[in-house]
């Protein structure tokens, strides 16, 4: 199973960026959907972008969608989320999440967290005003 370790969190002005980078360890990176996630204070976890491994697609919600960006690099395991005019409503814990791409379905479940089987620790992200 695959391990993953999320970077790149921090405090920031609004309208300011940040590159969140998840490494993934231990069995073929490339054989996983990623999904981002995040959850801020006293709210559930809610979904923010995904990717799917066969083609490419992106998935995003659309409080995030034209400001964020989903990418991965296979050859250095990891996946990027590339988050610019950033809001104070942004503040939260991101999370990267994994998932199986023998898992069927992806297509039509990628924002549901239920559907990753793998989580890293989170990342904190402070958007002030």
């Known amino acids: 199973q695959v391990q993953l370790v999320e970077s790149g969190g921090g405090l920031v002005q609004a309208g300011g960026r940040l590159r969140l980078s998840c490494a993934a360890s231990?069995?073929?990176?490339?054989?996983?959907?990623m999904g981002w996630f995040r959850q801020a204070p006293g709210k559930e976890r809610e979904f923010v972008a995904a990717?799917?491994?066969?083609?490419?697609?992106?998935y995003y919600a659309d409080s995030i969608k034209g400001r964020f960006t989903i990418s991965r690099d296979n050859a250095q395991n990891t996946v990027y989320l590339q988050m610019n005019s950033l809001k104070p409503e942004d503040t939260a814990d991101y999370y990267c999440?994994?998932?199986?791409?023998?898992?069927?379905?992806?297509?039509?479940?990628?924002?549901?967290?239920?559907?990753?089987?793998?989580w890293g620790q989170g990342t904190r992200v402070t958007v002030s005003s």
């Open positions: 990717m799917r491994w066969s083609d490419g697609n992106t």
């Open positions: 231990g069995r073929t990176f490339s054989s996983y959907n």
């Open positions: 999440a994994a998932v199986g791409t023998r898992v069927p379905g992806y297509g039509v479940t990628y924002f549901n967290a239920r559907t990753y089987d793998t």
